[in-house]
């Protein structure tokens, strides 16, 4: 695949998820939402510096109720938050299943995320 049609089909797929789960409409007039999802991504953006496992993450996230866990969530974190695009976070969440629970073993995901990291989704 050509770097122009990714780079078209990344964004294209970004939209979507967008408009799917109508983040922009939800916030908008919504300060507080939009505070503590702000708040909620600079803590993530410091546990992933500091190089934290996708367990840890995960765990930190599930005991935070302001923003829920669910798979569009979590590729709009990365991509925010670490630069990863939607297609290579898709993969990491492969490996769970709805609910977030592991569907491949530990060490498994814990390659995949630390090799998605390291690159900085490149």
């Known amino acids: 695949m050509s770097h122009e049609l990714r780079v078209a089909a990344e ?3 970004r ?8 983040a ?6 919504n300060p ?8 909620f991504f600079i ?3 410091k546990l992933i510096a500091q190089g934290c496992s996708l367990a840890e993450l995960l ?3 599930r005991g935070r109720e302001s923003y829920a866990l669910t798979p569009f969530n979590f590729m709009r974190l990365l991509r925010e938050v670490a630069g990863i695009s ?9 490996m769970f299943d709805p609910d977030f629970s592991p569907i491949a073993a530990p060490d498994e995901i814990e390659r995949r995320w630390r090799s998605t990291i390291d690159l900085g989704g490149k």
């Open 32 to 39: 507080d939402a939009r505070d503590m999802m702000g708040e």
């Open 59 to 61: 765990d930190f996230w």
């Open 15 to 22: 939209e979507a998820i967008d408009d799917y789960i109508g």
């Open 24 to 29: 922009p409409r939800l916030l908008q007039g």
């Open 86 to 94: 939607m297609i290579e976070s898709r993969e990491i969440i492969s």
């Open 43 to 45: 803590e993530a953006r």
């Open 11 to 13: 964004r294209h797929l």
